[in-house]
């Protein structure tokens, strides 16, 4: 599958249109996941966004997921904040295809996308 930001924004822009289904979790130092996060965004535009941040722990880039979107908490459902939702391209991706969606880990989360059907 994609190993490249580009593929990966390609895959996505593939999906324009439709329902993803994103969950996130932080990868702690012991490789385990926590702090799970839940949202769910419909599709409209794909794009990578260059940060000249001069701190390593910003990445220099980032995938940009336009659409209006809803993120779940604990606390409740909130909007998307500025329907857009950012996932920062740190390090070596892995990605992996698993049924209709993809899972990307970067140095510091694990990401699934899934598509939602109505």
């Known amino acids: 599958m994609a190993h490249t930001n580009t ?12 329902t993803l289904d994103i969950r996130k979790g932080e990868l702690t130092h012991d490789e ?3 702090d799970l996060d839940q949202i769910v ?3 409209q535009k794909v794009a990578i966004r260059s940060t000249n941040h001069p701190d390593d722990y910003v990445a220099k880039e980032e995938l940009v997921l336009e659409g209006e979107g ?3 908490t604990e606390d409740g459902n909130v909007p998307l904040p500025q329907n857009a939702y950012e996932i920062p391209l740190l390090g070596e991706l892995h990605i ?13 989360a694990v990401y699934t ?3 939602q059907h109505s």
Not at 7 to 18: D, F, I, P, R
Not at 96 to 108: A, M, W
């Open 70 to 72: 809803t993120t779940f």
């Open 7 to 18: 593929q990966l924004s390609q895959w996505l822009e593939s999906k324009v249109g439709q």
């Open 41 to 43: 965004l419909h599709l």
């Open 113 to 115: 996308i899934d598509i």
């Open 32 to 34: 385990e996941i926590s």
């Open 96 to 108: 992996h295809q698993e049924n209709e969606g993809l899972k990307v880990v970067t140095d510091r």
